[in-house]
């Protein structure tokens, strides 16, 4: 009889089942969203024939209420029962700094039990790169401010340990956001294991100062993924104009990255994912630079 209903063992099938169904049987978490917006910003210049320099930087809304009154978050909010998660991430971030129609991905799921001092709370995280000057940033709903933050990440130290049956690794890391008013540092022991094929990574914070709830994890796993996705992906062009030197570019990368790129091998690397047009720089004091725009067929399949 294929056509007859399944039972579970009291006879009852799915519509029976869900009609009897206590939904106050387990507890619920309350769910979150926290979003990272980067974006690359250039810095003032005094010497109008150099390259301005840039700097990473991301955005951060200061806390208009308990807890943490006071202090610096990344924007978020709580996950309405009829809205999805990525609904909520867009709401949340239009009413508390005015952004909105942007393109932000999905980076983690933070729900270590005690992460928030209220209740238990698991919260999704979303990333994106944005061009600052496209976007009028104003904080609003319970945020006291919105502010641009610049992004140092250093590493302090490592250590390996080779044991009976795996390699751990442990790597200390030093974060700092800086604005024209604020300074927040924190410092990130990541401890690596791995047993055979198997590899585990885990994120212990050990000094912070100025940093929301479990945020300075956050901004550390958002970097780490950052520089991850900026090596396979167009990820970095979310940065770019429609029109940029190779020079300009190549800088970008380096600032993601947090290293420097020989020239020669950058541009080969990056030759299939831009096309060189007929236009060049006009900018007093330098030589004029072929300008390119992003090639938007590279990674077609």
Aim: glycine fraction near 4%; charge should be negative; aromatic fraction near 10%.
């Amino acid at each position: 009889m294929p056509n007859q209903p399944f039972t579970d063992p009291n006879g009852l099938n799915e519509e029976q089942f869900l009609q009897n169904y206590n939904a106050g049987s387990y507890e619920r978490p309350s769910v979150t969203v926290d979003m990272l917006i980067f974006t690359v910003m250039e810095q003032e210049q005094n010497n109008y024939r150099k390259l301005a320099d840039k700097s990473l930087q991301l955005l951060l809304i200061q806390r208009g209420e308990h807890p943490f009154l006071g202090q610096w978050a990344l924007p978020g909010g709580f996950v309405g029962i009829s809205e999805s998660v990525e609904e909520a991430a867009r709401r949340e971030l239009y009413s508390e700094t005015n952004i909105d129609n942007i393109y932000m991905e999905q980076l983690y799921t933070w729900g270590d039990v005690d992460r928030d001092p209220r209740m238990r709370v698991i919260s999704c995280s979303y990333m994106a790169l944005v061009d600052r000057k496209a976007l009028d940033v104003q904080a609003g709903d319970d945020a006291a401010a919105a502010a641009w933050f610049d992004v140092s990440y250093h590493i302090l130290e490592t250590r390996r340990e080779a044991l009976e049956q795996d390699v751990r690794q442990e790597t200390l890391v030093e974060i700092i956001l800086e604005s024209e008013q604020e300074k927040l540092s924190g410092v990130i022991k990541l401890t690596e294991t791995i047993q055979g094929h198997v590899r585990q990574v885990s994120r212990e914070i050990v000094r912070s100062a100025g940093f929301s709830f479990d945020h300075l994890l956050m901004v550390q796993y958002a970097i780490e993924r950052l520089r991850g996705k900026a090596e396979y992906t167009d990820i970095i062009f979310n940065l770019m104009p429609p029109l940029f030197t190779l020079s300009e570019l190549q800088r970008v990368y380096e600032i993601i990255l947090g290293k420097e790129l020989l020239a020669a091998a950058f541009r080969r690397k990056i030759a299939e994912r831009v096309i060189e047009t007929d236009q060049s720089t006009r900018d007093a004091g330098h030589r004029p630079s072929k300008l390119y725009r992003y090639n938007r067929e590279w990674n077609l399949f």
